[in-house]
């Protein structure tokens, strides 16, 4: 994902408002862009390089990207977890390339990929909770 990708990823976002407010996204990129290589140009600076999913949350729209994060059964969530970015990785990571699993040497492939792949995450399933007899 560089700055270039722009006009893909504004067509692929949604029409919805990915923030009430400013003091609901404030903590969302603290706690998520301020630690990603695809947003470390603009923090060093390089505003016109930084990550374009920042621009489209700006302009009222919810990048595609961005999947909803853990919620409370009520559907409370933390405003630092409220969603769960994609294409979000560390400055620490030796190498911050996503890189799909390759098939296994000698593996026949029953499916193929391509029209499966996208944007998606997997989380982690809500504890088991027993229900009343």
Known sequence: MTPDDYDALEAEAADESAFANG?????WFAANCGTCIHDKPAREGRDGD???????????????????GPRTPEGLFARATQYVCTEQR?????????????????????????PYTGHRMLTALPEHTETPA
């Open 23 to 27: 003091d609901e996204s404030y903590p």
């Open 50 to 68: 930084g990550c374009p999913l920042i621009l489209i949350a700006l302009i009222g729209k919810r990048p595609a990207q961005w999947l909803d």
């Open 90 to 114: 560390g400055e620490e990571e030796p190498d911050p390339t996503p890189r799909p699993i390759p098939d296994l040497p000698g593996q026949g492939v029953l499916l193929p990929r391509e």
